[in-house]
């Protein structure tokens, strides 16, 4: 499925594998892993394929993680059975929130795998618990403000990932101060801010799901 | 652009550089060179990032390879100047013919982008001397047949890709016996599907180009 | 230096290098940047080395960003002048807690390191403007906790990272759930645990660097 | 076997492993590849080790599989039985024309392997089904050429590689144009220059074996 | 364990592990490897790590394999049972001397580790049947001299390295004329003071181990 | 130059570069370096290529450096003025004692390439100021021997290479124990023969030179 928020684009695509890694068998428990990647001529000026230069750039690695940590966060292991999900998230058009674009859509796609093996009883039984969603919050001077877009970002003093639950609670808080630290009470406003974008995100996961 | 061929989906895409590779330096004349990806979930079934496993494998290297030689048929190098022009083609969605779905996008970028230049007047002349598009063609059973999709494609017995100027020259011919080899009468037959096929391509880029 | 929190034992030393990274060049400003790494035998089962695998893991790479990130908040780039200041925490026993010894470390070879350049007259003015600290707390059953050991972080709910300035300001904030998703108020608890640590880890740095 | 063309050297082996690839096995059917390289000092000019820069290049790849895919049109899988022989073609000394000697060469130790393989009673039938040889066809100025050596090769408009069957038929046809595009009339005189080369390669290649 | 010699400082340990090398598996036989590393920043002037770089150098390479061989001279195979041991050296400061340091120190983490096996009886007998020490000698000027500290290394004419037996018998004697070829009387006086340097060393080893 | 000595036959090819290493440009002096490779199919069982695993083992790094070591002793480094030499020396066909065989014919290499140095006026004096030989020696049971063949090699007990110069000195002496360790006498039984050995092939080197 094809996520749009702004003029950021993500293609994210789920596949579903019988079996797990060699780490895991045995267990009765599945896995859910997460890739990340953008075309080179997804930003403005063209960056180098990871696949030319042969190695795997830190902050892809980084997105990639956190992409499949929060899709676990919606997934009971036992449920799935032995199998893996391995949710691909291609950033075909970046104008920031590249990585939360891709959480918030690689749920469904693993919302619709699911219901796909679910039909095709290949898993013991409900592995879908909960819902994520994940927005971008910043500061722009003092002012707290929901997904920045690219022009937006590169000013930001505060840059906050946050991921969470469609019942509200948080699977992932990554705050970053690019410029002056923050302190406590504008922390508490991104968190405010982070909660209502969240929220308003789970509803339009329902409704594309249904 | 986004480039269609039945279900195969082609994103590309065109980025001028001034400057050229340091083997061409000094020389006066431009470069222009190709890089061709597929999608992890272009294909029915997934199949691994090439960074992921560090190492670009022979049919990409191939393909770029190609991409780039067809492209540079076009450009009278003096005219481009030290600027080099890279096309990515990056298939989203593939089902046959992907490597002439991109050499055919990616003449309709390199004419954007060369007309782009010229308005800022980058190039000292008009380095676009030629248009190309590709086609596939193969023999199912003993039946010489345009285009094939990608159930075709398996059962072919000889699969060829012909890249052709507008102009009705041949720019590259590539034909391989996948099952039995194939006789010089057929060879004729396939070279005139795709003289044919080419000619239309030609008609539908330059209906895009204008 | 020697950093040891329990029984973690990380080495941390800074290099001082004159010049800064090419996209830099010319900018007059100073760049900071951080590499972790394990030895193999620092954890119970010994891990594989990562210049034998050819490639750093994912792990790695966002633990050596992390440093970096968060020691450039204690600098002013311009008062560095030119120069690149390393800093590289290695790992040779690990108990839980690496990267945030690390980067409590990495602080006091940054003090050291930027002691011995203004000696020196190396660079425009006084470049440390903060100093930074760095806990880790957790969740075990229902209840907050100040700095895991590697038993303890194996069990833990949640996982979170804090590095905050000698102000009490935030610089970085990264929790997440490992286990059930966990709500505001016990996020509002281990921030509170969070500022307690990190100020009397700011009481020690002072002390040794004294 | 070392294969000379005038100044051109290529030392071919075929090495036979019992077993076949993994997505191979249980069919039942054998398999053949090529390898392809050249020495650093094979050239005028010495070239950088590959296995030093850590990365075939896209020719070297490109070779390789043309090699493995001419050599096994000359075999019937099923009569080989899951066995693999593998054509190692090392260029000593190059002066144009590598891949066709390489090709050339390649069917005599495929030939002189399947024997061996068949005295030993190794393989379920006779797999031998065809012989195959190559020759290089170019066009210097608009004359069509056999057998381009280095300093003609680097003149030649056109470039083209034929691969044939002891039969006369075609396995692998691949021109490219590397100046002027050429017509059709032009393409019709180099495959019949072609087909006369690789008749008389066949004829030297059963000499060579009787 | 940490091993000094002057200011080198070389951490050595041993990881047991179950089973042996694929192409030894099924001979009853053991395995014992070495890796040898520096720390970055265990040189004077700092050096790159070989992770971020992606490639083992020559140097480390070479050291890791004479740091296997040499302390597989200690070990009866069979004894030892399919079991492998690995020895890690880690150069934590390096003042000339680091590749002998390393062996010398990891004979004693290798009887350590053959004791706690025994202890738990890992193995069929006792593997340990010789122990081994190593020295480094060099010629300064025309004088020989015993493991020369880094300064003194950098002006050696002859540089040479010898493992020996605690029995005084030669396991690996590598002399390398840095300047001036050497003769053979020079020869003999390096290895005289060799053996005594070793036989020193053997006694020292006992002591830490009893 | 093609080397053999019984069945072993090594490819050694030398060239000049004007310049040198980026860490030695400006000092006026020249630098001498060695590449060895084997073939896959040089030795009895075929080996993987080393430039298709994408990494270099450890034995072909070591070799390399042993054969520049070895014949940057036979070079004035500041007669040569800021060239460099490199010398290729690739095994077609391995029977024991290729690294000697490749040092051997590597000073062979390296005086031509200095005598067509010399003839073009392009060092600045007479760089050639030794020539060395290599010989492999070994033990079988008790009894030392010159140039073990390869089936000779896997048996012996110890096994030693020994770099000297025409006049008779030594350059490199590498001993190792493969089983049994060696006692004072054996190794000096091993110096003479090797002392011999390598007289009587600086004696066919010279008149390989004449």
Excluded at 61 to 88: P, Q, T
Excluded at 99 to 119: E, F, N, P, Q, S
Excluded at 139 to 153: A, H, N, Q, R, S
Excluded at 158 to 167: A, E, F, I
Aim: negative net charge.
């Amino acid at each position: 499925m094809l996520v749009e928020f702004g003029a950021t684009k993500v293609l994210c695509a789920a596949t579903v594998e019988a079996g797990v890694p060699r780490w895991r068998k045995g267990s009765g428990l599945g896995w859910v892993t997460g890739e990340y990647a953008m075309l080179p001529r997804s930003t403005n000026t063209r960056s180098d394929r990871e696949s030319v230069r042969g190695r795997i750039g830190g902050r892809t690695h980084e997105i990639s993680r956190l992409i499949g940590r929060s899709l676990r966060a919606c997934v009971d292991y036992k449920a799935l059975g032995e199998n893996s999900i391995l949710l691909d998230c291609d950033v075909l058009q970046a104008d920031g929130g590249t990585r939360t674009a891709a959480i918030t859509g690689a749920y469904v796609a693993l919302a619709d795998a699911v219901a796909w093996m679910r039909k095709r009883r290949m898993c013991p039984g409900d592995p879908l618990v909960n819902s994520v969603a994940a927005v971008s919050v910043g500061v722009i001077g003092t002012e707290p403000l929901l997904d920045l877009c690219y022009t937006e970002d590169v000013k930001a003093e505060t840059d906050m990932n946050v991921v969470m639950t469609g019942g509200g609670d948080f699977v992932e808080v990554q705050g970053t101060a690019e410029g002056t630290p923050f302190d406590r009470a504008l922390l508490n406003g991104l968190l405010d801010l982070a909660t209502a974008g969240c929220a308003e995100l789970t509803r339009l996961q329902a409704e594309t799901l249904a």
